[in-house]
Each structure stands twice: as C-alpha cells, then as structure tokens.
C-alpha cells in the first residue's frame, strides 16, 4: 500500500501515465505501433518515427521550462526564431543564392551563426522582459509577429534550397548508426541541462526566482539576471530546433518552419505537470510532455483519422491529459478516497 | 481629498469618451453613409480637376490606361511570378500605366491603396486580396468612383456580386480533373488500365481553396475508375516537413501504395524523401507514381533527377488574362464574371526541355 502510494506521489507519475495511456490507445488500435524492424540499416517503424519528430519539440520544451520556471511566463517567440535560425544558416551556406548543390561557405559557419542568431534574439526577450520588466508574453510577441518577417527578409521571400547531401544528415540519419541523428542531439541538450541544474545551484535559483522575485533578490540573488539567462538559453534551444527542422526538409521555408509549435512547446510543458505560474518545475516532465504530444499525432495518423476531424481528436485528449493533473480533480479523487476509507472504518467500527 | 475627486472625475470623463466611442460604432450604418455622401461630394469636385488633368495627360502620353494593382506581398515564388507577370504585361508600350503596391501581408495597406487608386482616378483597379472577407465598404466606394474592379487570385467575400467586374484566377477543380486524367492515360500506357490502384492522398491545409478544388477534382474522376482505389487522405497542411510526416505513417499502414497525389509540390518532395527512407523507390522508373501541384521551379528540378512524375500547374501569370479583360471592357464588351487562366500539365519527360522556358 504503501508502495503505491510513493509511486502516485511521484512528481512523474501522472506525465508518464498520460504517454502511457495514450500508447495503449495503439496496443488496442493499431498493434503494429510498436512493431520495429530494420531497413536500409535504421530502425524503421512508428516508435522510431515518434521518437524521432518529437525532437524539434523536446528542445524547444526544455528552453520553455526554464522560461516558464524563472519568470511565470512564456516566450512565444520560439517558432519565429526558429525560421530566423535556419533562414539565416540557410542564407550563409547558400551565399545569397537561391538553390545550391556545393556549400559557398563552410558548413560550421551557417550552423555557429543560426546559434548565434538564436541567442541574441533570446537576449533581446530576455533584455525586455528581466531589464524592462514588460510583460514576457508582450514582450516576445515581439519577435512572434517579426520574427518571420526577419526570416522572409533573410530568404528574399523564397525558399533556399541546399542540395548538399551532409546538409541532411542532421535531420536524418548518418550513415552506419541506425537511429536518427536528431535522437543523440536531443539526448545530448536534455542531458547537459539536466546535469547544469542539478549540479550547481542554477536549478534552485531558477526555481526561488520564480517563486518569488523580490525575495530571492533579497537573500542575494540576481534574479533578473537569472530571468535574462533563462530567455538566452532559451533562445539557444530554438536555434537548435531550427536547424534540425531546416536539415529535415534541407531548405529555409521562413513561412513554415516551426510554424505554431510555440504553442506546442506551452502545452508539452504543461503536460509535464508543470505550473505555468513558474516556481518549481521538472524539465523530465516537459520532455516527456512532448514525446506524449507527438506521439499522439502520431497515433491519430496510425489511427486514419480524417484530416478534417484530427483536431478534435487532439483536442478531447488535450482536455482529458491536462484535466486529470488539475488540482481540483486529485482534491475530487482524495475525497472519495478519503470518503471510502471512512466507509471502511464504520464498516469495522460496526 | 482633492486627488481623489480629480481621480474619479477623469475617468468618469474616460469612461463616457469610452461609451460614447462605443455608442458610435455600434451603428456603423450610419457613420460609413455620412462620410460616404462626403466623399463622394469631394470625388465630385476632385473628379472636375481630374478630368482636366487627366485630359491633358492623355494627350501627352496618348491615351494610356492607369491601372492600379494591390499586390498581397511577395510571400513565395509563385507570387514573385504573379507580380512580374503583371509588372510585364502593364508596361508603357502596351499603353498601359501601372500603378503597383506592395501590400507585405495586410488588408488594411490594400484598403489604403484602393483609396489611394479611387483617389488618384485610375481606369481599373486589380487587386490581389490577402484575405477573402472585409471588402465591401471600399469596393462601394471603388464602384461609386465608377471604376471597374477585377479581383486576381482569391476570390472575395461581399454581400453584392457586382461589386467587382470580374476574377481572374485558377480553376483547382479542373486541376484536379488533369491530374487524375494524366494518371489514367499513364496507367493505361504501362497497361496497368485495369489493375487495382491503391491511392493516397496528401491534402492541402484543410479548407483552402487548393485543396477543396484538387480533392474534389479527383475525386469526382474515381468514379470513372472504379479500380482505384484511396487508401486514405490525410492534410500534409501544404508543407514538406508534414509531408514528410503523413507520408512515413502512410507506408508504414500501407504495404503496396501505387500512387502518391500530394496536393502542392513541397509535399511532394516531403513523401519523395519518405518514400526513400522506407527503402522504396518512386518516380518515372521507381514503383510509386508521384501526382503533385504547382509546377513551381523545384518541381521541374525533381523530375529532372527522377523522383516526381508529373506537376499539374497552377499558373501564377495572370497580366494577359487580366489585360484581355480590360481590353473587352474598353470596347464596351460585357465581360464573364469568372475567368480562368490556362493551366498546363508538365510529365517528368518533359520537363528537363520545359525547365528553361518556365518563368517561376
């Protein structure tokens, strides 16, 4: 009894029983979900495909966390500087050209540049929203709506096409390894922020910040620039993300790329059973969070669902996932417990 | 004490501003019609100097027609094509002058230069609307002014059809009639005319125009064969990336897909890069038979390199058609409401010879 009852309070255990529940949704739909097999020497099959487009999404969730755990907001930014990222790696590597077929400069170039281009526009959120005090939604709605425009600008309006086959090998697979490479990029940037915050004491500032500005100055924190830091780091995840999105589909595609996954990004880390007031967080839960929201795509796409009716879909889960780590309903679940309990007892009594 | 008064004086003050502002935009009828009778009476008077001025213009540069062309932006290829294609035909040596705005993305800066057009008393007005609704207020006032409009590209949403003399644009039901038309004739060809078919189909953004036509389009050509057969359709929401997506589920739901019908050409290369990644080949000389849209410049490319089979066009040059109209309306021609451009099928044979001739 007890047992269970330190698994349910497990900060995890409902994130995880949410990605679980919707895996099941498969084992009685579709049971060939979970079937993997090897062609052409990857792991071919919808496991791996989740696993694999989830990617864009995790990262973006892990920078989001963060924001939302400093500053009780959240940057809506992300998918902009996404495209403004790859436009811009795109626009480097092509030297201004439209479509290439040889890189016209060196490949580490484009990338350091789209992560550059990353960060600065996270210290730009960051600048507005610790220094200035704007509102963070406000003030990296921004760089939502110019954001694109940048990225247009960048392109000249067109899509940059780069045929260079390593162009592709960070969205797909490098020869010889038979998982994705966005997989290891993914493991590689949760793994380091995992290690960061829970090593040194970032973790925590980020958490007291959050919970309350003014005190945490007090006892000696700089909590605006722990605000400023998260928004640049986040701005660095959306760099990363870009890139991998504009590997996938090897060109710049400023009107499309990371189109709405600010959104997905928001939800993936309130799936994770965060608070989107900041204060105390789990970038596990978050990452997990994403790998439930595309799996679910995935799943309704398994499932034939009609296009026109997949955003219902979506949308009933959504309602149900986040419904049931309201805290309302595990007040309406200890209340019946509590209520049994007394049964039993007068039961005894009697 | 004082402060306080002042306090609750000024925003008693504010909130009566605030009601009264509302007050008045709660009967636009009425607003629009003042200011209308208003502007009209200044069009009147300005319409006097104009015609003087514009007689003398006349003279000088031999009866030119001015015409005034609202340009959504320049978002993609195919639009850089519409707007050249416009920029070509309107040119001083056809006896055109063209007026030409840059909209970048927003309704209200086309309201504004349609205002700007009426203003400046050009002799057409075309417009290339952003968005289909929130046009009939200016169109009023386009038509009071007396000047024929001709909508390109999306249609518009007014409560009066004969706000505007005509549209010009492309026919996606017909689109989708070619493209399963050419897929009949090349299935006959490898003497697959009566094998069983398996179809499926990446949709455009679910509701958009394209996507509603093409669907359709084929759809309705099924019928005619009854050994083909959809799979499934599913939206690849007209981007590679989803494309991509929708494709990977699709070969892994599906073992023997025969044909791929992506509604636009990046989701098209979107499947193309799926289907190879599955270890399966598609193309002229591959086992799935790739119908995608658009025929932009990429499309071409991917034929040449023998991934795609055939792009039904969209045409994005709309300057001649739209110049055959004002030259009928010149004459005093009734014109039809609707007008089409002409729109080709380009099969990967023909491309690498096409590639050079295309203008987008």
Same mark, same amino acid.
């Given at each position: 009894m007890n047992k269970i009852k330190k698994i349910t309070s497990y900060e995890l255990f409902l994130p995880i029983m949410c990605f679980i529940l919707v895996l099941l949704i498969n084992v009685i739909?579709?049971?060939?979900?979970?079937e993997v097999s090897i062609k052409n020497g990857v792991f071919y099959g919808y496991i791996i495909d989740v696993i694999n487009r989830a990617s864009e999404l995790v990262i973006l969730a892990v920078g989001m966390t963060l924001v939302v755990a400093s500053? +009780?907001?959240?940057?809506?930014s992300v998918g902009a500087v996404m495209s403004v990222a790859a436009a811009l790696c795109c626009y480097i590597l092509a030297g201004g050209?439209?479509?290439?077929?040889?890189?016209?400069?060196?490949y580490v170039l484009g990338i350091l540049l789209a992560l550059v281009v990353g960060v600065v526009c996270g210290c730009f959120n960051g600048f507005l929203v610790a220094?200035?005090?704007?509102q963070p939604m406000v003030a990296t709605l921004i760089l939502f709506t110019a954001g694109r425009g940048i990225a247009q600008l960048i392109t000249k309006g067109q899509i940059t096409y780069?045929?260079?086959?390593?162009?592709?090998l960070l969205g797909a697979n490098i020869p010889g390894?038979?998982?994705?490479?966005t997989i290891f990029v993914v493991v590689i940037v949760v793994l380091i922020t995992n290690i960061v915050l829970k090593k040194t004491a970032l973790g925590l500032y980020i958490q007291s910040v959050g919970i309350n500005a003014k005190a945490s100055r007090l006892v000696g924190l700089k909590s605006s620039r722990i605000i400023f830091l998260t928004y640049v780091f986040c701005g660095l995840c959306a760099g990363i993300a870009g890139l991998m999105a504009s590997s996938r589909i090897y060109s710049a595609d400023a009107n499309n790329i990371g189109l709405n996954m600010e959104l997905d990004a928001i939800l993936a880390v309130a799936l994770? +059973?965060?608070?989107?007031? +900041?204060?105390k967080f789990t970038l596990l839960g978050s990452v997990i969070g994403a790998y439930t929201i595309q799996a679910l795509t995935t799943t309704l796409y398994a499932m034939s669902v009609s296009a026109d009716q997949l955003p219902v879909y979506k949308a009933i889960v959504v309602v149900i996932i986040v419904s049931l780590q309201s805290k309302e309903f595990k007040k309406i679940v200890r209340g019946l417990k509590d209520k049994k309990a007394d049964g039993r007892k007068e039961e005894q009594v009697a | 004490m004082k402060k306080k008064f002042l306090c609750t004086l000024i925003s008693v003050v504010m909130t009566t501003a605030m009601l009264a502002g509302c007050g008045g935009g709660a009967k636009p009828t009425d607003a629009p019609a003042e200011s209308k009778t208003e502007s009209t009476k200044e069009t009147d008077t300005a319409d006097q100097t104009k015609t003087e001025t514009k007689e003398e213009d006349a003279k000088e540069s031999g009866e030119s027609i001015v015409v005034g062309f609202s340009q959504v932006g320049a978002e993609s290829d195919w639009r850089t094509a519409n707007t050249s294609s416009m920029k070509s035909t309107f040119t001083e040596e056809n006896g055109y002058t063209l007026l030409f705005d840059d909209a970048q993305q927003k309704q209200e800066n086309q309201i504004k230069a349609v205002r700007n057009f009426i203003q400046q008393d050009v002799d057409y007005i075309v417009i290339a609307p952003?968005?289909?609704?929130?046009w009939d207020t200016v169109l009023k006032e386009a038509q009071d002014a007396g000047i024929p409009v001709i909508i390109v590209d999306r249609m518009v949403d007014v409560?009066?059809?004969?706000?505007?003399?005509a549209w010009v644009g492309s026919n996606f039901l017909q689109e989708g009639y070619d493209a399963a038309d050419w897929l009949a004739q090349y299935l006959d060809k490898q003497g697959r005319g009566s094998e069983e078919i398996n179809i499926v189909t990446l949709q455009g953004?679910?509701?958009?125009s394209a996507q509603i036509g093409r669907t359709n389009g084929v759809e309705e050509r099924m019928k005619d064969h009854?050994?083909?057969?959809?799979l499934e359709r599913q939206t690849g929401e007209f981007t590679q990336a989803r494309g991509q997506e929708v494709m990977e589920s699709f070969l892994k739901s599906y073992d023997d897909i025969d044909v791929v019908i992506a509604e636009n050409d990046n989701m098209a290369f979107g499947a193309i890069d799926a289907i190879k990644a599955a270890g399966k080949t598609c193309g002229p000389n591959g086992d799935i038979i790739i119908v995608s849209f658009d025929a932009v410049a990429a499309a071409f490319d991917s034929m040449i390199a023998g991934d795609m089979n055939v792009s039904v066009e969209c045409n994005p040059l709309h300057g001649p058609r739209v110049a055959e109209l004002i030259q009928k309306l010149e004459k005093g021609e009734t014109v039809d409401k609707i007008a089409y451009v002409e729109e080709g099928v380009y099969p990967a044979d023909t491309a690498e010879a096409k590639k050079p001739t295309r203008e987008y």
């Open positions: 739909k579709t049971p060939t979900f979970f500053s +009780g907001g959240t940057d809506i050209q439209q479509t290439i077929n040889a890189y016209q400069n060196p220094k200035m005090k704007i780069i045929r260079v086959e390593n162009y592709k390894i038979p998982l994705p490479t994770g +059973g965060n608070s989107l007031s +900041g204060g | 952003v968005t289909e609704t929130g409560s009066d059809d004969s706000l505007y003399t953004t679910i509701g958009a009854t050994n083909w057969k959809m």
